[in-house]
């Protein structure tokens, strides 16, 4: 079966940076989306960014040009550089593939 296993969140101060990483099984990686999904308390879950099979990325306008989605299909790993980081950047994050399998997700807590 599919399984997504993310790492990577924890606790950061404003202006910091935080890696996360997703190991994907089950699936032929190198043909999938990849996405990172967040979720904060009380909000919908939403789309943060995405890479397509070909390389393509995407990213919602409150993160560009501080977050970077990056896939290495040798390792079927997709991972989310977030750097210059927000409060409002708190949030459960997590990894999806092909808009249909989730990952458990992993929280990022931006506060000093």
């Known amino acids: 079966q599919v399984q997504l296993v993310e790492s990577g969140g924890g606790l950061v101060q404003p202006g910091g940076s935080l890696r996360l990483s997703c190991a994907a099984s089950g699936i032929k990686f190198s043909s999938n989306t990849m996405a990172w999904y967040r979720q904060a308390p009380g909000k919908q879950r939403e789309v943060v960014a995405f890479i397509t099979s070909g390389g393509t990325r995407n990213y919602a306008d409150s993160v560009k040009g501080r977050f970077t989605i990056s896939r290495d299909n040798a390792k079927n790993t997709v991972s989310l550089q977030m750097n210059s980081l927000k409060p409002e950047d708190t949030a459960v994050y997590y990894c999806?593939?092909?808009?249909?399998?989730w990952g458990q997700g992993t929280q990022v807590t931006v506060s000093s």
């Open positions: 999806n593939a092909e808009w249909s399998h």
